[in-house]
């Protein structure tokens, strides 16, 4: 590979990786797209181990419905995906209450309302903000065009919709927990409750202190284009990575990029198999990351890059349970997401709340016929690992896995009486497979705060180096870095 130039090289293969790839081949563009596993994914990929097949992180994916990103990949590259529609996609469950998520929003609010001493015209309130403000954002992730760059057309758009931006401008740089007080609903537990726990997986914060705008819109998740891809998810990867080959690109897997170094023309690129160069480098990767292969001293490292390591080290890291189970006797047979609060006043984290997916029986080859896999996992503040003894750090890890399996067998016990495999995963698991340092999932925690809004558009970290996935905008979710991704490759061959 030595002297061979391609118009880009994409580090990693999450989803950010692999949408930013395959637009660039749609786009003619050569490709090289390199991995340092030998599978795609990432932290949303499907991996092997003793036998079954495991989901890598406990996730919900949105975009499949046929107008939605992976929905219109899946069609128009005639991909070898399909799809299963839950419902209720997510089952809540507290040591008082039981929360089923279905595809009706209605069918969310009744329940809530039908609390004793809800109140009603509150919460009627509150989602009818909500849909207002979800209507005006969700368009921007189910059309990239919408996204800056933006041309002529996409202004024009823009300027139509200018009426349903006007929700979204009055609560720009104040918390959700804003609302809620405005509307009398800080004390009502179930929704408060509910939020927490959406907010946590979402944007990565307890609901009193998100962003209101994108705490609002990332309630939608569950009503737009959200299912299992049967097998799991990481046979959406797996075709996305095909697609990349079938238009021309190289995915290079076992090739983990060793450095980055600016060279006339564009970059080249050490990796374990060799050397690349390439006009534009684009990174899916932490900012962490990005500063590793780039080797520079700090003084030299651009000022936005540093800034969100800051904010991704204030982050997350995930505790994980992989288990083998023999399904009870009334299971249903479809895949399942459990979300699970053992306290509802204290933090959503360290295995007081969990979130669990597990596989349906339609999920041949994740398990033996009966039983299920399911993959358990909890947030645990990166703070409170970051520079401890490895010791100590695996006493913090234990702790809390043994909280989640006491949450488990107290919330979920049907699904713990036939245990019959275990795995556990830490931070350090995590960064040690997927090269993600201190193992930070989630990317920055959203906060309120106007500086989300400062960047909306992919730039440039420095001439010809791009950085996408979960740190930068648009957000968290898979489909966010995706879509990240598409914008990307967009402003590579615009430039």
């Not at 059309?143 to 202004?155: E, F, N, T």
């Not at 009503?223 to 021309?248: E, K, Q």
């Not at 995915?251 to 050490?270: C, D, F, H, I, T």
């Not at 947030?379 to 750090?393: D, I, K, N, S």
């Amino acid at each position: 590979m030595t002297n061979t130039w391609y118009d880009a090289v994409v580090v990693g293969s999450g989803f950010g990786g692999l949408a930013t790839a395959l637009e660039l081949t749609r786009r003619g563009a050569r490709v090289a797209l390199c991995e340092t596993l030998n599978y795609p994914g990432g932290c949303a990929s499907t991996f092997r181990r003793h036998g079954y097949s495991f989901e890598a992180g406990a996730t919900l994916f949105s975009g499949l419905d046929e107008g939605q990103l992976f929905g219109r990949w899946v069609r128009q590259l005639g991909l070898d995906v399909t799809v299963d529609w839950l419902d209720p996609m997510v089952e809540l469950r507290t040591p008082g209450m039981r929360l089923e998520v279905y595809r009706d929003r209605q069918r969310l609010v009744d329940q809530l309302c039908a609390f004793p001493e809800a109140p009603a015209d509150a919460l009627r309130d509150f989602f009818t903000l909500q849909r207002q403000v979800a209507q005006a954002l969700w368009p921007l992730f189910e059309d990239p065009s919408l996204l800056p760059p933006l041309d002529v057309r996409a202004l024009l758009r823009h300027a139509s919709r200018a009426l349903r931006y006007t929700p979204l401008v009055r609560w720009m740089g104040r918390p959700l927990g804003s609302i809620l007080e405005r509307l009398g609903l800080l004390r009502f537990t179930p929704l408060r409750t509910y939020l927490d726990a959406l907010c946590q997986i979402t944007v990565q914060c307890a609901a009193a202190e998100a962003e209101a705008p994108f705490a609002l819109a990332a309630m939608d998740y569950y009503w737009r284009g959200t299912g299992h891809v049967r097998g799991g998810i990481g046979r959406l990867a797996s075709a996305l990575a095909g697609a990349v080959t079938a238009g021309g690109g190289e995915v290079l897997y076992a090739n983990r990029v060793k450095s980055l170094e600016a060279v006339p023309g564009g970059w080249k690129v050490s990796a374990r198999q060799g050397e690349l160069r390439a006009r534009h480098v684009v990174a899916n990767v932490l900012p962490q990351g990005l500063m590793r292969l780039l080797g520079l001293p700090p003084e030299r490292l651009p000022a936005r890059l540093r800034e969100l390591a800051g904010r991704v080290a204030d982050g997350w890291g995930a505790v994980m349970l992989y288990l083998v189970v023999r399904a009870p006797g009334d299971a249903s047979p479809g895949a399942h997401h459990l979300e699970l609060v053992q306290n509802e006043q204290a933090a959503f984290v360290e295995g007081n709340h969990l979130f669990a997916s597990l596989s349906g029986e339609a999920d041949t080859g994740r398990a033996p016929p009966g039983h299920r896999t399911l993959t358990v996992s909890t947030h645990v503040p990166l703070r409170a690992l970051t520079g401890r003894p490895e010791e100590e750090q695996a006493r913090i890890v234990s702790t809390i896995q043994e909280r989640m399996r006491q949450g488990l067998r107290r919330l979920a016990p049907e699904w713990m009486e036939n245990l019959q495999h275990e795995m556990t995963a830490s931070p350090r698991t995590f960064e040690r497979f997927t090269q993600r340092e201190a193992g930070a999932v989630g990317g920055v925690p959203r906060r309120a705060g106007l500086y989300h809004y400062r960047s909306l558009g992919p730039r440039p970290v420095m001439n010809g180096l791009w950085l996408v996935g979960d740190s930068v905008f648009p957000g968290q979710s898979t489909l966010a870095t995706a879509l990240g991704g598409v914008r990307t490759a967009a402003s590579i061959t615009r430039g």
